[in-house]
């Protein structure tokens, strides 16, 4: 039996940046659904709207970095969040949500399951 999956749309017009992802995070992994199962994929298809309206503090966004590593010695590139917020408020908070899902198989299938909009419309 195929089970249908169910759409959730969440406003993240004047939340918090980690509170919003939390719950998309839950909503993507399938927890809110009674059936619950680690190892299987039952979760649902999450659009974020007026991602460009999340709090994010004056501090955080300054002080916030993610790294990447290219594996050569000093290869380590550092990028600060409030460069990530000007040139994509959208990109801050897939990175949000992907450290929030767990690191394996499923992880790249609850992702493509993610949409994330600036502004009421699509």
Known sequence: MI?????VKIDASGRALGRVAVEAAMFLRGKDVADF????DNGATVEIIN???IEFSKEKRREKSYWRHSG????????SAEYLWEKDPTD??????????????????MMRRLKIYTGENK
Do not use: D
Request: no cysteine; charged share 25%; proline share 5%.
């Open 3 to 7: 089970k249908q999956r169910k759409s």
């Open 37 to 40: 199962a680690p190892h299987l």
């Open 51 to 53: 991602a460009e309206k």
């Open 72 to 79: 050569h010695l000093g290869g380590i590139k550092f990028t």
């Open 92 to 109: 801050v908070l897939r990175r949000a949500i992907y450290g929030m899902l767990p690191g394996n198989r499923l992880r790249a299938n």
